[in-house]
């Protein structure tokens, strides 16, 4: 009985030190991974890329374009979305998520 118990107990440990070895190694991770990217925060008038999902079925394939015409942004909300605008001066009548946005240089 007492075997059981310090095998447990032992199984145990290892499950807590497995568990501290990789929440050190997520934050070493995250630590990196946010020292390389850099913040490029979207602004009202910048002309920006939306990207195109694929629910239409292109006959092109994966030759078929990801990125739609530029807009420019009309209003920015606080929950990371936009309102575009074409550059014909036409509004999009819902918003779009900041995460589907890319800047367009000229």
Do not use: C
């Not at 059981?4 to 190694?25: F, G, P, S």
């Not at 991770?29 to 990217?37: C, E, G, I, N, S």
Request: proline share 6%; aromatic share 10%; charged share 35%.
């Amino acid at each position: 009985m007492e075997a059981v118990l310090l095998v447990e107990i032992e199984i145990d440990e290892r499950r807590l030190r497995a568990a501290n070895h990789v929440r050190a190694y997520q934050r070493k991770m995250a630590r990196a991974f946010k020292k390389r990217v850099k913040p490029r925060p979207l602004k009202i008038g910048d002309l920006v890329l939306r990207v195109i999902r694929g629910l239409i079925r292109d006959p092109r394939g994966k030759f078929r374009p990801s990125w739609s015409e530029p807009y420019f942004i009309r209003e920015l909300t606080s929950e990371r979305s936009a309102w575009l605008m074409d550059l014909d001066g036409n509004q999009f009548l819902e918003p779009t998520n900041v995460d589907q946005l890319k800047r367009y240089y000229v």
